[in-house]
């Protein structure tokens, strides 16, 4: 097990997945107002925002137990890109203080999901290797 493609698998999935439900739990508790607000800045319906609580609670909780696993992935990949673009594309090509890139945080989610993506859930999951979505 310790030198397990699914191991490893399950490491990526269980971090991808509780740290976006985090963010998740946090937007639940402080609401989504923000969003909406940003969205409608854009010109679209601040209703969408509460798209949020299925990228950041629903497709989590997807990955973290490994089911539908890989369109989990992907709506996390989608739920990043919307972000970016939304919240932090001034922020796109800057570095921090530190020398990394402005972005890393959210830089690490979208591609840690997209690897889940391609990857899938593994042997470790409630899906198995079995099926082509997880």
Excluded: C
């Excluded at 798209?51 to 996390?76: D, N, S």
């Amino acid at each position: 097990m310790i030198r397990s493609d699914d191991t490893g698998k399950l490491v990526l999935r269980l971090a991808l997945g509780i740290l976006i439900l985090l963010h998740g739990i946090a937007k639940i508790n402080g609401g989504v107002g923000f969003l909406s607000n940003t969205l409608a800045s854009h010109g679209l319906p601040g209703a969408l925002a509460y798209l949020i609580y299925i990228g950041e609670i629903v497709a989590p909780v997807l990955l973290i137990i490994g089911l539908y696993t890989r369109p989990a992935a992907w709506i996390v990949v989608i739920n990043m890109l919307v972000a970016i673009w939304l919240v932090h594309m001034k922020e796109l090509g800057l570095l921090n203080k530190q020398g990394g890139w402005a972005l890393e945080l959210q830089g690490m989610y979208l591609f840690g999901a997209l690897a889940v993506a391609f990857l899938g859930a593994g042997r470790f999951s409630i899906g198995g290797t079995g099926g082509k979505y997880n």
